[in-house]
């Protein structure tokens, strides 16, 4: 199993989610299901099925955090003190033959913010970033080629 490299906020949410869905979100959802079955006939019961559905889902989060927890690493500094694209930096990377940065955030996706996107460190973007310094000039595998980006800058 990879490993998940969470900053200790992105953990704690998390977690808390975790607690959430395990408690109050399963009694919520078996609430539901045991009102939909007094409606009767199961078979031509939308709310019911709506609500095996929802349960189906919240399941499948449940799930997924319990392997992302299982798997974290915390990680207490974005970036690395000598400018290296590390797990946590924000990078401003510059295509070639473009003159628009973007900006990204190296992790996962539970990282995500508002101002910035996500770029996982296991895609080849990500791979090819770790490491550099801004001022660097990367290439990647895409799906439609090779692209070549320049690091503005690493935050």
Known sequence: MSETHLSPEAHARLAGELEDLTTRGRIEIARQIEAARALGDLSE????????????????RIRQIQAMLG?????EQAGSADGTVT???IVAIRYEGDD???R??????????????VIS??????????GHRAGETVEYQAPNGRLRVEI???E
């Open 71 to 75: 798997s974290a690493v915390i990680v």
């Open 121 to 130: 460190p296991g895609s080849p973007l990500g791979q090819a970033l770790l």
């Open 100 to 102: 628009d940065t973007e």
């Open 45 to 60: 019961n939308g709310d019911y099925h709506a609500a095996k559905d929802a349960q189906g889902k919240m399941e499948a």
């Open 87 to 89: 797990t946590g930096a």
């Open 152 to 154: 503005a800058t690493v």
């Open 104 to 117: 990204y955030l190296v992790g996962s996706i539970e990282e995500r913010r508002d101002d910035v996107s």
